[in-house]
């Protein structure tokens, strides 16, 4: 996914973050937590903004919810079909030491919650399944290995089987 130009989109973003921010700190700390400021140094035009603490707890849950903004959509686009190479690329991931598409994976389960293998689970869509899937990144090739949880009669998955089975026909075993 390469973005055209959204410049003028992100700017109405930050403004409009910018007021969440103060929503947010005055609902917490009261109105007194806010107060009319010049909207850039020297400005005569001002704006109700959060004082600088308040707006800092503030920008910090935003913050919170935007990163589980980020898990979501990435749930969202395992389950529907997008690799983790494509994640990886969309989400822009800096020069990385391995393959992007673990680069990607790793992303989202660096830190660690348990002892266990690192996962990553989604829901199938098909009609077949709708199961939750564990996700095991894309380090093996087999579908087996990558996916966990997928229904016996699973259509996605049957034909993520064939697939494989359709690129090694013809390995030596
Ligand atoms: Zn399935």
Sequence with gaps: MIPTDYSDALDEARWRL????????????????????????GAETTAITADPLPALW???QLQALAAAQIYRQAQHARSAGHSWQ????TLQLPDTNGPLAEAAFEYFTDEPVSFSTPSFSWRCPASSCGNMITDHGPYESHPDDCERGHAPGCARHAAALAA??????????
């Design 18 to 41: 910018t007021g969440e921010v103060t929503r947010l700190a005055v609902a917490a700390f009261g109105k007194d937590a806010a107060k009319a400021r010049p909207i850039f140094p």
């Design 164 to 173: 494989w089975q359709a690129a090694h026909d013809g390995d030596d075993w």
């Design 86 to 89: 494509q994640i990886g690329e």
């Design 58 to 60: 503030a920008a910090k």
